[in-house]
């Protein structure tokens, strides 16, 4: 089995920084793409950012350029580090990977998804 583990979350004073965080763990052969999506309560889930497995982001959504997608292969780890944050951020926060197992082919997986709240 293969699980994603997101920490990070929490309350956050607007202008202010937050880094979240999110391990895979289990049955893993390689990790393509991992990438962040966030939904704010009643919105659909967006996409935030996503980062290759060699390390090149892309940035999806208006915030770009506060937020900075990283990864660590030996971790098997994605980081959303998020700066200047501003109350239209608020949502949950969840990863996402394209994980082959060992016995199967690519799928993509979800985090449990952290809650983010910038207060104003």
């Known amino acids: 089995q293969v699980q994603l583990v997101e920490s990070g979350g929490g309350l956050v004073q607007a202008g202010g920084s937050l880094n979240v965080s999110c391990v895979a763990s289990g049955n893993i052969f390689h990790i393509n793409d991992m990438r962040w999506y966030r939904q704010a309560p009643g919105r659909q889930r967006e996409l935030v950012a996503t980062?290759?497995?060699?390390?090149?982001?892309t940035y999806e959504f208006s915030g770009q350029g506060r937020f900075t997608i990283s990864r660590d292969n030996v971790e098997n780890a994605v980081y959303l580090m998020m700066n200047s944050l501003k109350p239209e951020d608020t949502g949950v926060y969840y990863c996402?990977?394209?994980?082959?197992?060992?016995?199967?082919?690519?799928?993509?997986?979800w985090g449990q998804g952290t809650q983010v709240t910038v207060s104003s």
């Open positions: 980062i290759t497995s060699g390390g090149t982001p």
């Open positions: 996402n990977a394209d994980v082959r197992a060992w016995n199967s082919a690519y799928m993509g997986y």
